[in-house]
């Protein structure tokens, strides 16, 4: 339960919220990690951190609360003007502010061995 409070508090979320976004926070904290990512526990403090592997960074925000948040803001954005339309514009949204690096990748890619 106190995993769940703190990171619906990285959400941004308040208790107000909870009965319509709490959900979010559960998924989030029940879904891997990206490839690159790990966690591990503080010893001193027994904090969870994230290891950027790729970046060769660390942090004590989840890589997935980013994404999270935005789905969040999405819900408070639906709410406050609900549209039959809303969820098909926000999937426009979404699609044409990641088309460009979509765009940019060439993978897959493979190694020397062909894997």
Request: aromatic share 12%; charged share 25%.
């Amino acid at each position: 339960a106190e995993a769940v409070a703190a990171f619906k508090e990285q959400l941004g979320l308040n208790q107000e919220e909870d009965a319509k976004f709490g959900w979010i926070a559960e998924v989030g904290l029940q879904s891997p990690l990206p490839p690159r990512w790990t966690s591990h526990a503080d010893e001193d403090s027994g904090f969870i951190y994230y290891v950027d592997h790729d970046r060769q960074t660390s942090s004590w925000e989840n890589p997935l609360v980013p994404h999270l948040r935005r789905i969040v803001e999405i819900g408070r954005t639906y709410l406050k003007n609900p549209t039959v339309t809303f969820w098909e514009e926000q999937k426009g949204i979404l699609w044409h502010q990641h088309k460009h690096g979509l765009d940019c990748w060439h993978g897959p890619f493979t190694d020397p061995e062909g894997r």
